[in-house]
Every structure is written in C-alpha cells, then in structure tokens.
C-alpha cells in the first residue's frame, strides 16, 4: 500500500511530460482550431446583425418661464412639474409607438433570401406594395413575388389559419381564413382575392437593375403586434442627476430603426405641444363664437344709428344728452362685461360638470379677464391632479391606491372649484342688479329729454356697447393667436439617431474570431490534461513509471488479428517481431541462462495473460529451443480452445495422482513446442498448488526443457501466482494499455515490491503506436527497416490516408 499512497502523492501534473504530450498532439490544437474559426466564420456569416441605434432628448422639470402661455396669463397648469420617470413611461408607452409606427406606415415589410441570410429590404425594393384599406388584409403570410422583367412578375402565396386585419380602422378580425394563391401580373394590376386587395408598383426610387427571375417577399403587418415589438426600448437617464434620457432600439434593419427612433421623438414632442396649443384652440373656438354673435348686433345697431340720424338730420347730442350718454354708457359697457363673465362662468360650471379625465381644452380665466385668484388656482390644482392621474395609468391600473388617492383628491377639487363658481356667480348676479337699477334711475332722467335726443341716444348706447365688447373680444382672440402662434414643446432632442458609422452590436465579429483562438487552443489542452489527470487507466510508459520502479521489458502492440496464434500463424508480422524483441530483452533479468522459467500475470482478467504466454512459448520454440506451455489457471483455463485439445486430463489430475506425467504432456504442431493444459476445474486450486508435488513437478520438467513458460490467474484476483513465484526465474507482470487501472495497479506493484520478489518485470500489452507514441518511447521500432516491405501481414502493410490516419489518431 506505500507504493499506493506514494502514486496518490505524486498524481501532480508533469509539465515536462506536458510540454511533450502538446507537441505530440499537435493535430488535435490544428483540427479544433480549424474547427472553431469555422464555427466563428459561418456565424458571423449567417446569422442577422443586430444594430443598437440611440438618440437622446432633454426632459425639462419646469416649464420654461418665457413660455408665452405663462407671459399671457393663457397657462392655467402653473408650474407643472414633469415627473422624469413618469416621461420615460410615456417614451415607453403603446400609444407613443403606435402613432409612430402609423406615421412611417410600417404596414408592409419586404424581405429578400440571399446565401442562406433573409434580410428586411427597407426604401430599397423594386416595387412598393399599395394596401386597399377598403378590404381586410391577410398579416403575417408571406406574398413570393418574382420578377419576370420590366413589366410582368409572379406572385404566390400559401397560408393555413391567417389572421386579417383592416388597415382603416386598424382593427384585426377574428375570422381566420387559408389562402392558397398563384398568377402573374402586370405592374400596377390590381391584385384581387377573395381575402386580399392590394397593387404593385414600381418603385421610382429603386435605381438598381432588377435581375430576372429575382424574389422578393413581403408580408402585411398586424399593427398591434407590432407595435408591442417596438416597445422594447430602453429608456433611461444618462446619468443619475441629469433629465436628459438616452432612447436605445436594438434591430436588425439599422436605417429603419433610426426612422423609428427620430419619428418617436417627434410624435412625443408634438404631443407636449398639441397638449399646450389645445388650451389656446379652445379659447380662440369659445372667442370667436361670442365674437360672431357681437357682430351681428353691432350691424344691426350701426344701420339703425345711421338710418336715424339721416333721416331725422341730427347727428350729434346736445350738451346734456352728451352727459347723460356718457353715464349711460358706462353703465351698459359694466354690464356687458359682467354678462359676458356670466356667460363664461355658466360655461365653466357645465364644462366642471361632465368633464372626465382631463380639462386640457378648458377656456382659462385670464383669456375671459377674469384673474380671481381662488378660481385661477383652484383649476390649476384640478389640472396638475388629472396630469398626474393619466401619467400614473400609464404604468398602473385603475384600482391602484395611487391612482385612488388621485382620484379622491380630484373629487374633492371639483366640489370646491363648483362651490367657488357658485358663490362667483351669485355675486356677478347681484353686481348685475346693482347696473340695472343705476341704469333705470338714469333712464328716468334721461325719459326728461325731448324724443329726437332720447332716441338718438338709445341707438348711439346700444352701438357703443357692442362695439366695445367687439374691440375687447378681438384684443383677447389675438393674444390667443398671439400664444398658439409662440407656444414650443417643453422638451427638446439633443441628438438624434443617425445610422452612419453604426456597427452591429451582434454578432461581435472580433470578438467571436477572438473566442474561437482561445478555444481552439484551451480545448485541446484542457482534453489533455483532463485525459492526463481524471484518466484511470494507464496509457504511456510515463504512467507506468510514475507508479513502479519495477523495469520495463518492453510493449506488444495490438492484434490486429482474430487468432491469438499471431507469431505462428504470421512469423514475419510486426506483431511478431515485438515477441522477438521481448525474447531478447528477457535475456537480461535471466542473465544469459540456457534455461529459465518464467510466470505470467496481471492484475485482472482480459489483461492478456494467455495471449503473451502462447506467442512467448511459440518465438522461444522457434529459436530452436524445447519449449513447455504451462496451462496454471486452473481456474478460468483457455489454452485447450486456442489449440484444440481436450482437457480432461492436466495439471489438476496429476497434482491429486489421477495422471502420470507422460500422459498430460501434449506434443503441439508447432516443432519444439509442448503444452501442458490446466485440466478439470478443481474445487481447491491454491491447495493443490501448495502441494510437495508442485515442486517435484517443476524440478522433472525443468530437466526436460529449455523454456518454460507459466500461464497463471490474475495476481490482484487470487493467490495461486504467489505460489508459483518461487518455481520461476523471472515474472513477466502484464499491463494493458487503456485497460489496467492505475490504483489496481499501483497496489499490487506496491506489494511485490514490498515483498522483494526478485525479477518481477513489466511488460505493456496492446499498444497501438499511431495513439501512443510508444515505438519512439520504448527504443523499438526504428532502425530496422519496418513498414518498407519486410512484413508478410496484409493487413499491416496497406497503406491509409492522412484522413484515416487523422480520424484514428483523434
């Protein structure tokens, strides 16, 4: 068991031997390279590139402070605060991408196949695609169009359970339909069926030349599906105090995903500036209406002033008409200006009332010249609330206890701005009051004058009044017109997408070439020293020399052959001559004696035992020399099959007196060479080898022979080997490559060299030396002229390829 802990300490990597095992396998680091930079070629080749396209744009907090809206009284909103991450979900959201894909009329994709590739056409296909929105389209099925020439093409279609969708109310049905479809056409047909409306035409644009026969497909897109691919944006600041956000789309068409990008931010700061200009729209709609019924009357009261005054001849007041005009008309201007507000209150009560989600289109105060404050801010509060409601449901629902709150503080807003509006009211309606009955005090002075003064003076108050409220309301439409006119977007792009000098993000071409070198080097070395460290069998020499000092007499390569009779059946075989080469090299451990015993064994069954022991018997025999096969596996025995002999009678008959020595003494066809078989299977083999006439047996045969050789059971199975070890001169230990286990190994080799048993030698069985190396490793198989026509074996002389001789060394 030392030799077992001492292999255990020493199982550390050899870097020597490392270094040595790299050089051999050179072909493996060549193959995997070969095969990973393929790898890498074909997909950095195949497969679609991926391009990130950016653009970024600055969110501001506040609304600007020059913002005309605010200079002229016309933004109730005040100071809106804009939420950065709450304008991230509005970049985010369905509804900001739906509008953009509309605006760019992504309806249709085009897409050709080249070299195994399908890439999307976008502004570069021959023939552009017009939808009649009239009809319902088939989406997601693909039209094959081939061009004929010029003025012809064909196009088919072939499609199970396909959706349609009506690219007029952008709806999607849920009918499906299969469509099977195939003709020509000229360009500019209408191509009609049954499920499907559309036309082709020539694309102006496209300046290439068309080559025949050439295809290209295109699909008809479901809006909303795709829409739902483009919201996969990644919106974030820049950094983490900064309100300027980078928008980042991933796609494998780079142009198109820059038309994307550019057209979002401008579909998402129109809708800021829709939003801003919509208060301005509706107090313009809310002038112009009052103004339109002002004029009317300021007509109608112009040609009854003018009428009257031409055919009475006056044309002025007198002095104290004069007066009492200008009473009057003062009075009636206050008056008309308190109907007017009244009129705008009514409005604005019933506008409080039915409202639902917003008020971004409600006629603000200011623009009215009302500037009470509670009203003013009591809507801007109602209005900051119904932003902060929408932008929260654009990332949760309704029942949301945010949105809850919201909801409740907008309830509450709503009762007191009625209630303010009420008490408003009630007050205008007593200042109403108060006007007429100054006025019917002074209609009564006025009733004294004589009736051409009286007269004139109803007209001429009745033009002033409406001529005033004209003047007023045109001052007010144009400062409206005046901020439609001036209103920006609160935000701004600081730079857009641009596709130029874009490289694809994926596949990482360099990269992917630069991992394939890596691999095509680390595989192969962590294969070799995986196979070095975690492999339990021995393999080399090395292996074998690591675990024992024991010496080494040499190798025999793998049988090629089914006979195990190799050296008799084929005496010029390379196979043979490494039997020769182990004859000669057991002249050392014998120390040139005429005549010796040697033992066979291993550490288990399948090691190849018998083989080593017949062919040893068998070149010994043709060195002329006596030569005894002795069958001791009394065991497991297997001489009498390899050369056709009964068994009945052997080793085990004579060792219990049942068979003299003559008689299991068998003469083989090969000269010189006897067998002695093993006999019946015995119920006590180590006893019967323990027996005195074990060694009465030895001493007869040893005077009858030159050569003994001793085939014996597995040495780490039984016991019977140790019995026998005294009757030998040397021990032939056998070890088999890519089958002896390396700790099995190490502790039996451990024992006998603990034992000191003498002449023990090792000797590697089944080597190929095209996987191994071991001809150059051992010493054998140089210098002798091998493989150039010495060998008689067919079977060894044919000749392989570089690539069987590549795949067999893999």
């Known amino acids: 068991m030392d030799n077992y802990n001492e292999f255990n300490q020493q199982e550390t990597i050899d870097y020597k031997s490392l270094f040595f095992k790299l050089i051999r396998y050179w072909y493996l680091f060549v193959l995997t390279l070969f095969v990973t930079m393929s790898i890498a070629y074909l997909f ?34 005040g100071g809106d605060q804009q939420n950065l991450e709450n304008e991230i979900g509005i970049l985010n959201s369905y509804t900001l991408a739906n509008q953009t894909i509309k605006e760019l009329h992504f309806e249709v994709s085009y897409f050709s196949t080249q070299k195994f590739v399908t890439a999307e056409l976008y502004k570069a296909t021959p023939f552009i695609v017009i939808i009649d929105t009239a009809k319902d389209q088939p989406v997601n099925l693909s039209f094959n169009v081939k061009i004929i020439d010029n003025n012809h093409y064909s196009i088919n279609a072939e499609g199970d359970e396909i959706s349609l969708y009506n690219y007029k109310t952008y709806t999607k049905s849920d009918h499906k339909v299969d469509i099977q479809f195939e003709h020509e056409y000229h360009f500019g047909d209408n191509v009609i069926g049954a499920n499907f409306s559309f036309k082709i035409v020539r694309n102006p644009d496209f300046k290439k030349d068309v080559t025949k026969d050439s295809e290209v497909s295109f699909i008809f897109n479901d809006i909303d599906e795709l829409t739902k691919q483009y919201m996969g944006l990644k919106t974030e600041p820049i950094n983490t105090n900064a309100s300027i956000v980078e928008i980042s789309l991933r796609g494998n068409n780079k142009q198109k995903s820059v038309d994307f990008l550019n057209m979002l931010t401008t579909v998402y700061l129109n809708r800021g500036l829709q939003k801003k200009n919509m208060v301005a729209i509706k107090t313009i709609d809310f002038i ?13 009261a112009e040609i009854n002033l003018q009428d009257y005054r031409k055919k009475n001849e006056v044309m002025d007041l007198d002095f104290q008409s004069q007066q009492a005009f200008e009473v009057m008309k003062d009075f ?48 801007s509060q109602l209005a900051q609330l119904y932003s902060e409601r929408n932008e929260l ?26 209630s303010v509006i009420n008490n408003i009211i009630n007050t205008s309606n007593i200042a109403v009051k108060d006007v007429d009955h100054r006025i019917a005090l002074m209609t009564t002075r006025i009733s004294k004058l004589p009736l051409t003064q009286r007269l004139l003076m109803g007209m001429e108050r009745k033009f002033k009044v409406n001529d005033g409220i004209y003047t007023f309301l045109l001052q007010k439409l144009s400062e409206a017109q005046i901020s439609k006119a001036s209103n920006m977007a609160d935000n ?17 071409k360099s990269l992917n070439f630069t991992i394939a070198l890596l691999l095509g080097f680390i595989l192969p070395l962590i294969y070799i020293l995986g196979k070095d460290i975690f492999n339990d069998q021995i393999v080399e020499k090395e292996d074998v020399e690591k675990i024992t000092k024991l010496p080494i007499l040499g190798h025999i390569i793998h049988n090629v052959k089914e006979s195990k009779m190799v050296v008799a059946e084929s005496p010029k075989s390379y196979i043979a001559e490494t039997f020769r080469t182990l004859r000669t090299n057991l002249q050392y451990p014998t120390q040139g004696k005429d005549k010796h015993t040697i033992l066979v064994t291993s550490s288990l069954p399948g090691e190849g035992k018998t083989f080593i022991s017949i062919n040893l018997a068998t070149i010994y025999s043709m060195y002329g020399k006596k ?20 068994n009945t009678e052997g080793i085990s008959t004579y060792l219990i007196n049942k068979s003299p020595l003559e008689n299991i003494i068998i003469h083989s066809s090969i000269p010189n060479l006897d067998i002695m078989m093993s006999g019946p299977v015995p119920p006590n083999p180590a006893e019967l080898i323990a027996l005195p006439k074990t060694e009465k047996l030895f001493l007869q045969l040893k005077e009858l022979y030159d050569y003994i050789i001793i085939d014996t059971p597995p040495i780490g199975v039984v016991t019977d080997p140790y019995l026998l070890l005294n009757y030998a001169d040397v021990t032939v230990y056998i070890v088999r490559q890519n089958f002896t286990n390396k700790k099995i190994f190490a502790s039996l080799a451990g024992d006998i060299e603990k034992r000191n048993i003498p002449n023990v030698n090792i000797l590697i069985n089944d080597v190929d030396l095209q996987k191994s190396g071991y001809g150059y490793g051992y010493g054998y198989g140089y210098g002798y002229g091998y493989g150039a026509g010495y060998y008689s074996d067919n079977a060894e ?3 392989s390829t570089f690539f069987e001789r590549l795949f067999k060394k893999l």
């Open 44 to 77: 950095n080749r195949y497969t679609k590139s991926i391009y990130e396209v950016k653009t970024t744009v600055l969110v501001k907090d506040d609304k600007n402070k020059m913002d005309p809206s605010k200079m002229m009284g016309l933004d109730f909103m």
């Open 288 to 300: 112009s209406s009052q103004l339109s019924n002002i004029k009317d009357s300021l007509n109608i």
């Open 332 to 379: 009636d201007t206050e008056k008309a200006q308190l109907d007017l507000k009244n009129k705008y209150y009514n409005y604005l009560k019933n506008y409080i009332v039915k409202i639902r989600n917003n008020i971004d289109d409600v006629t603000m105060p200011s623009s009215m010249g009302i500037e009470d404050p509670i009203l003013v801010g009591l809507i």
């Open 393 to 418: 449901l654009l990332t949760a629902k309704q029942k949301n206890p945010e949105v809850t709150a919201i909801d409740s503080k907008i309830t509450t807003t709503n009762n007191n701005l009625l």
């Open 492 to 508: 701004e792009i600081v730079d857009p997408a641009l596709s130029s000098d874009l490289q694809p993000v994926y596949p990482k």
């Open 627 to 646: 030569t005894l096969l002795m069958g001791f596996d009394m065991r497991k025995p297997k001489i009498y099959q390899d050369f056709g002999v009964s």
């Open 797 to 799: 002389k044919k000749k």
